[in-house]
């Protein structure tokens, strides 16, 4: 009569049980949340047009974040970005899932161009039309529904 090691008796028992379900794709992506860091004001000869809470990327790690990791935003708010240099600036979209438009803005806070309805998940580049320092980025249609153009301005403040 032949007996096993006693090594292998405990790999045999420990390898006994119920089969581990299988996992089907990749694990779910973890949602970033909105954090409200400021407020900023769309305006109009003096006038705001509406007001947006906003998250601030004034960093290289939070401006390369942006974003990603979300599936949209709160109502009436959106991301500013601060560069430190007032210049052309180039973003994209290819780990954005959601729709957006881009408010390009000079250093003295007037929207030089407005990048409407970026398509989520391209590597089609979005570039200003000249020198920004600010881009704000709020969900598609935003510009439109409040009626954004070229030459009206933005008024910030952190909390």
């Known amino acids: ?20 379900e299988p996992v089907s794709g990749p694990p779910a992506a973890v949602e970033v949340p909105f954090t409200a860091e400021g407020r900023l004001a769309f305006v109009r ?19 390369t974040r942006g974003l990603m990791q979300r599936s949209g935003l709160p109502e009436n708010s ?19 899932q959601m729709a957006l438009d881009l408010v390009f803005v000079d250093g ?7 990048a409407r309805y970026a398509k989520p998940l391209s590597t089609e580049p979005v570039v200003s039309a000249g020198p920004a320092r600010y881009v704000v980025e709020v969900e ?3 510009a439109d ?11 910030w403040e952190r909390y």
């Open 1 to 20: 009569m032949r007996f096993l090691p006693p090594l292998a008796i405990v790999l045999l028992v420990t390898g006994c049980g119920p089969t581990p």
């Open 140 to 142: 598609a249609g935003f």
């Open 78 to 96: 959106g991301m500013l970005f601060i560069f430190p240099l007032e210049e052309v600036q180039s973003f994209w979209m290819a780990n954005t």
């Open 145 to 155: 529904t409040w009626g954004l153009v070229e030459g009206d301005s933005v008024d």
């Open 45 to 63: 000869d003096g006038n705001p047009l509406v007001t947006i809470t906003i998250e601030i990327a004034d960093d290289d790690s939070t401006r």
């Open 108 to 114: 003295q806070g007037r929207i030089d161009s407005i």
